[in-house]
T-cell receptor
Framework: ETGVTQTPRHLVMGMTNKKSLKCEQH?????MYWYKQSAKKPLELMFV???????ENNSVPSRFSPECPNSSHLFLHLHTLQPEDSALYLC?????????????FGQGTRLTVV | AQSVTQPDIHITVSEGASLELRCNYS??????LFWYVQSPGQGLQLLLK??????LVQGIKGFEAEFKRSQSSFNLRKPSVHWSDAAEYFC???????????FGAGTRLAVHP
């Protein structure tokens, strides 16, 4: 148990659906992240939030829309996804969005787009 | 650009044998390096990290890693592997900016009884 909780653990959605992934951290951290883990590819950083402000958008398509309403919660809104978006989506948090801090990861949401 | 290379995609060892997982990085400044482990269906757990100081760092679960600047390497070691160590291991380097971790492709470890 890392203190970072992601829901749902598994999600199957059609290409025309709209769904959201949720991440919650109980660590008092100020920074939160979304990573994408695809088969046979390194983990890719998607978004970084620091104190509820988006500070990094790593060339992610607009069909992925993050939201950080407060420092404990992070969402990833999904719409009109493609099959190649199927992956494990990992949320992470760290005390602050700077160096000398480690990231704590949730267990991930396994997304399948059909 | 910063990058991390893990040359071994799969490694199989016998229980009780020693283990070394290789990691090479490319980074212009002093690197901040991490090893994470991912069990099936789970997120990533930090094993150890190197920021500065002693180049041999100790982590959880009996793992250690040695930073060698001359070889741009940060190899992970364990003297005696347990069956529960079977997992995927990721090396990562901090690339600057907002805690931007660059991960290697991972090494999947299988342990034979």
């Amino acid at each position: 148990e890392t203190g970072v909780t992601q829901t749902p653990r598994h999600l199957v959605m059609g290409m025309t659906n709209k769904k959201s992934l949720k991440c919650e951290q109980h660590l008092g951290h100020n920074a939160m992240y979304w990573y994408k883990q695809s088969a046979k590819k390194p983990l890719e950083l998607m978004f970084v939030y620091s104190l509820e402000e988006r500070v990094e958008n790593n060339s992610v398509p607009s069909r992925f829309s993050p939201e950080c309403p407060n420092s404990s919660h992070l969402f990833l809104h999904l719409h009109t996804l493609q099959p190649e978006d199927s992956a494990l989506y990992l949320c992470a948090s760290s005390p602050n969005a700077g160096v000398n801090t480690e990231a704590f990861f949730g267990q991930g949401t396994r997304l399948t787009v059909v | 650009a910063q990058s991390v290379t893990q040359p071994d995609i799969h490694i199989t060892v016998s229980e009780g044998a020693s283990l070394e997982l290789r990691c090479n990085y490319s980074y212009g400044a002093t690197p901040y390096l991490f090893w994470y482990v991912q069990s099936p269906g789970q997120g990533l757990q930090l094993l150890l990290k190197y920021f500065s100081g002693d180049t041999l760092v100790q982590g959880i679960k009996g793992f250690e890693a040695e930073f060698k600047r001359s070889q741009s390497s940060f190899n992970l070691r364990k003297p005696s592997v347990h069956w529960s160590d079977a997992a995927e291991y990721f090396c990562a380097v901090f690339s600057g900016g907002y805690n931007k971790l660059i991960f290697g492709a991972g090494t999947r470890l299988a342990v034979h009884p």
